[in-house]
């Protein structure tokens, strides 16, 4: 039995908008789960329905060996943090902290030693009679967590909990997150529509998409296994070059301006004639003067990055970028490129599934 189960959750809001269509999910005990997808494809609804902040329309949940779904937020034993860290501006942080045991009876002596221990792991010693308004952003978020994580919940939930932090804050967050929650062991949902933060906290991804599930895995699986056209473009920055071409045979690919490629054979999964897309990640794409089975390639704008390089500009018409360890400015935008054969992606031009292995 997992620790958190959604069997075909629907939730359809009373002005008829349907937020989630048919939502299924198991989730381990400990696991550490990441929500992500575009803003609006129904992350915040899931993980209310989950709280009980909202009612589901149909289907079921369940916490460890209980269905939940009809019992009230209070019952649930679950801990949410907010991106707006929704504390009482007029109390301490101790009593921030220290709310929800008052409200479920705990002895002062009790509290006193929960709050100072998540204190001393979150860092706010010093800072626990302070009101909030006297506290950074991180510290605030920190209270946040802190008030989660005294109540020992089977389960936290966190809705884009960094996206008010700035850039470096986000990263040293993410990063205690990330510690907190393997030293607590507490089977985690979280939220975000930051494909980076997502990849790096995961144990497993959901990408979700207008109220479904596009696919489940962990980062390497949903990165390095695209099953979807929009998990590839969603994955990677820049993201997946997808190319229009139609299958010649079972080992060549006809790109729109009449240019052959060569690649592995394909299996039964695809037909000759078959219209497809090519996905090559930028980073599997190299420049080169030499070989057979070539892309030409015309170059447009490249982008400084440091370590590396981006240049953007065209295959057959469609928009191409790769990112480069060295590129030297040419006299000519010309150039043909080379890929490896075993990291080629194929999607149906039609539904976007992937049809390779
Ligand atoms: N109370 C509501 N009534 C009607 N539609 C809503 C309500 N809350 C959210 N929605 C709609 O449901 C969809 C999913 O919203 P939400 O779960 O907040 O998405 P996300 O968190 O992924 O940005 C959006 O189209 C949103 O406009
Ligand atoms: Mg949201």
Same mark, same amino acid.
């Given at each position: 039995?997992?620790?958190?189960?959604?069997? #075909?959750?629907?939730?359809?809001?009373?002005?008829?908008? /349907?937020?989630?269509?048919?939502?299924?999910?198991?989730?381990? @005990?400990?696991?550490?789960?990441?929500?992500?997808?575009?803003?609006?494809?129904?992350?915040?609804?899931?993980?209310?329905?989950?709280?009980?902040?909202?009612?589901?329309?149909?289907? *079921?949940?369940?916490?460890?060996?209980?269905?939940?779904? *009809?019992?009230?937020?209070?019952?649930?034993?679950?801990?949410?943090?907010?991106?707006?860290?929704?504390?009482?501006?007029?109390?301490?942080?101790?009593?921030?902290?220290?709310?929800?045991?008052?409200?479920?009876?705990?002895?002062?002596?009790?509290?006193? *030693?929960?709050?100072?221990?998540?204190?001393?792991?979150?860092?706010?010693?010093?800072?626990? /009679?302070?009101?909030?308004?006297?506290?950074?952003?991180?510290?605030?978020?920190?209270?946040?967590?802190?008030?989660?994580?005294?109540?020992?919940?089977?389960?936290?939930?966190?809705? *884009?909990?960094?996206?008010?932090?700035?850039?470096?804050?986000?990263?040293?967050?993410?990063?205690?997150?990330?510690?907190?929650?393997?030293?607590?062991?507490?089977?985690?949902?979280?939220?975000?529509?930051?494909?980076?933060?997502?990849?790096?906290?995961?144990?497993?991804?959901?990408?979700?998409?207008?109220? &479904?599930? @596009?696919?489940?895995?962990?980062?390497?699986?949903?990165?390095?296994?695209?099953?979807?056209?929009?998990?590839?473009?969603?994955?990677?920055?820049?993201?997946? #070059?997808?190319?229009?071409?139609?299958?010649?045979?079972?080992?060549?690919?006809?790109?729109?301006?009449? /240019?052959?490629?060569?690649?592995?054979?394909? &299996?039964?999964?695809?037909?000759?004639? /078959?219209?497809?897309?090519?996905?090559?990640?930028? &980073?599997?794409?190299?420049?080169?003067?030499?070989?057979?089975?070539?892309?030409?390639?015309?170059?447009?704008?490249?982008?400084?990055?440091?370590?590396?390089?981006?240049? !953007?500009?065209?295959?057959?018409?469609?928009?191409?970028?790769?990112?480069?360890?060295?590129?030297?400015? !040419?006299?000519?935008?010309?150039?043909?490129?080379?890929?490896?054969?075993?990291?080629? !992606?194929?999607?149906?031009?039609?539904?976007? @599934?992937?049809?390779?292995?």
């Amino acid at each position: 039995m997992g620790a958190l189960k959604l069997d #075909n959750v629907v939730k359809t809001y009373a002005n008829g908008h /349907q937020a989630m269509k048919g939502i299924s999910l198991d989730i381990n @005990e400990g696991e550490f789960l990441v929500l992500v997808g575009p803003s609006g494809c129904g992350k915040s609804t899931t993980l209310r329905s989950i709280a009980g902040l909202e009612s589901i329309t149909s289907g *079921e949940i369940h916490i460890a060996d209980e269905r939940v779904d *009809e019992l009230p937020p209070a019952k649930r034993d679950i801990a949410m943090v907010f991106q707006n860290y929704a504390l009482y501006p007029h109390m301490t942080v101790y009593n921030n902290m220290a709310y929800g045991l008052k409200n479920r009876g705990y002895s002062a002596a009790d509290i006193a *030693e929960k709050v100072n221990a998540a204190a001393k792991m979150l860092e706010l010693t010093d800072y626990l /009679q302070r009101k909030p308004g006297q506290l950074s952003g991180g510290q605030r978020q920190r209270v946040a967590m802190g008030r989660a994580m005294v109540r020992q919940p089977k389960l936290f939930l966190f809705d *884009e909990p960094l996206s008010n932090l700035d850039a470096s804050l986000r990263l040293q967050m993410r990063l205690e997150i990330k510690r907190l929650q393997r030293s607590l062991g507490t089977t985690s949902v979280f939220v975000t529509h930051d494909q980076v933060e997502a990849m790096t906290l995961a144990d497993r991804l959901v990408i979700m998409n207008k109220g &479904e599930i @596009e696919q489940v895995g962990t980062p390497k699986e949903v990165y390095h296994k695209p099953q979807t056209t929009f998990v590839a473009k969603f994955l990677g920055s820049p993201a997946m #070059n997808l190319l229009p071409a139609t299958l010649v045979g079972k080992n060549q690919l006809k790109l729109d301006d009449g /240019q052959l490629i060569a690649i592995p054979d394909q &299996e039964d999964a695809v037909q000759d004639g /078959q219209r497809l897309y090519l996905g090559l990640r930028p &980073e599997n794409v190299s420049l080169t003067n030499e070989g057979n089975g070539l892309i030409n390639f015309v170059a447009k704008v490249s982008e400084e990055l440091g370590a590396t390089q981006l240049l !953007h500009g065209e295959v057959a018409n469609t928009p191409f970028s790769l990112n480069l360890s060295q590129f030297d400015q !040419h006299e000519t935008e010309h150039f043909s490129l080379t890929f490896d054969p075993q990291q080629i !992606h194929l999607f149906d031009y039609e539904t976007g @599934e992937r049809v390779n292995a």
